[in-house]
């Protein structure tokens, strides 16, 4: 019987072509779409203004000049100190919380939480002491109207209109919109010598009813304790200030 001579390529041919293509591997790319946040439409203009709390016994004002999504800048003005505030502001739902920190380089000066429901005219919130000096206090604000309205009436929001500049028989005073009030005067020695220095105090003013009460910063002039004045007319219906100290003229009358 004879051999059948096959050559060796043939064979390799044959074995190669028995086997199995590799089937293709699909490629599956997932396309993930950007998710853009809401628009914040908030007009955070609206929580710019004055609010006012007692804080341990005296007014204090919070000035809020620019509010942000972001960040807030302001001041806040109690018994005369004036001290710059700013911070972060965030939203939660219809909540926006503020951070306004002093700059610190004050004994005293410590942080401000507040927190408001929308266009909210009735923040609360409260002010801790950076050092633990002070204990910490609970802010119930409420926001200064800007409409001075038409009224013969003297009331908080028109009071500087009737009283912006007054003066007493040693020195004058200044009530400014924010609620400082500055006193200036030039001091005297003796009946005679006079120190041509000008001297200046600062305090904060607070209007109730018919009475105007001032917290002095600690000063050689004014008693320990808060100012209080009445409002009175003379007798052609032009409004003074007095207690039983002094009275206070207005410098326009």
Not at 174 to 196: A, H, K
Request: glycine share 8%; aromatic share 12%.
């Amino acid at each position: 019987m004879k051999l059948l001579s096959i050559p060796f390529f043939t064979l390799l041919l044959i074995f190669t072509s028995c086997k199995q293509e590799p089937a293709p591997v699909e490629t599956i790319i997932e396309t993930i779409e950007a998710e853009i946040p809401e628009a914040d439409n908030f007009n955070y203009d609206t929580l710019t203004g004055i609010y006012i709390s007692d804080f341990g016994g005296s007014d204090i004002r919070i000035v809020l000049n620019y509010v942000s999504g972001n960040n807030a800048i302001g001041y806040n003005i109690h018994k005369g100190l004036q001290r710059n505030i700013n911070g972060p502001v965030r939203v939660s739902g219809d909540s926006i919380y503020m951070t306004l920190n002093e700059p610190g380089d004050h004994e005293y000066d410590g942080a401000f939480e507040l927190t408001f429901v929308g266009i909210d005219s009735n923040p609360k919130g409260e002010w801790t002491c950076n050092n633990g000096l002070i204990g910490k206090k609970s802010l119930n604000l409420k926001k200064q109207l800007s409409n001075r309205g038409d009224t013969d009436e003297i009331n908080a929001i028109n009071f500087t209109q009737y009283f912006g500049w007054m003066y007493d028989s040693i020195g004058n005073y200044n009530f400014q919109e924010d609620g400082l009030c500055i006193y200036d005067y030039y001091p005297t020695t003796d009946d005679v010598s006079r120190v041509e220095q000008l001297v200046e105090i600062k305090g904060t003013w607070s209007f109730n009813k018919d009475e105007v009460k001032i917290d002095w910063q600690p000063n050689s002039v004014f008693s320990a304790g808060p100012m209080i004045l009445k409002i009175n007319r003379d007798e052609y219906g032009e409004p003074f200030l007095e207690n039983d100290d002094r009275t206070i003229h207005n410098h326009f009358w």
